[in-house]
């Protein structure tokens, strides 16, 4: 049987090509991975879209979710950050509790369990990069200080063309540039850029915890999953 650890069910907004793949490399033995795509009009991965993109994946969830549910997963995850952004702390602890009604698994989302990662990391003070526009970078500023994370930087990629076009070089560079000596932690935003890759270096050069959406996102999956994993080389929450 497969998923005889467990089953971890994604939703994917449905241009992103990086959810999969970074999934896969952070999956352990007996942990099977099911992924569904959500819906949404217009172009992927452009800043131009992205607020009425991320409210038309959240009304295809309840379909999305009942197809996840089909495998009977663990845990569920919305692999989307700006989503949370765009609904705010009080919506997005409306949509967790009634998707995990719907589905009869714990649900979480990438932003979520950045909050999960960070308090288990012990830190309060991050130094954040995204992809994204300067709006939609300022509201995740305002959803992350909303709930007790004080920023002390924050930093967006120039010259994005596309979110998925982007690479783990450009995560390194925007991660180097927001950190600042009081920051506790970085943390990359958005699930559409890779990340992974990227996070070992950044940790040994920066001698700090680098956070991405994707590896909190898998990290948590598994820890309410009851899945104990290290995977050397992802950086401190794998360690």
Known sequence: MKGWRARLGFLVPPGNPTVEPEMFALSPPGVSLHF????????????????ERNLSQVASLPDAVKLLAMVSPNVIALAHTATSYTLGQEREAALVAEMEALSGARFITAFGSTLAALEYLGCKRIAYGTPYAEATTLQ??????????????????????????????????????????????????????????AIQVLEDDLRKPVV???????????????????QPGYGRLFA
């Open 36 to 51: 569904t795509r959500m819906k949404a009009e217009g172009p992927a991965g452009t800043h131009d879209g992205q607020a």
């Open 140 to 197: 995740g500023k305002r959803h992350l200080e909303a709930h007790g994370i004080e920023v002390v930087s924050h930093g967006m990629l120039a010259n994005v063309r596309n979110i998925y076009e982007e690479n783990e070089e450009r995560a390194y560079a925007i991660a180097r540039a927001v950190d600042r000596p009081e920051a506790d932690a970085v943390f990359l935003s958005g699930t559409g850029m890779p990340t992974i890759d």
């Open 212 to 230: 991405s959406a994707a590896s909190a996102m898998m990290w948590n999956a598994l820890r309410l999953a009851g899945v104990k994993h290290a």
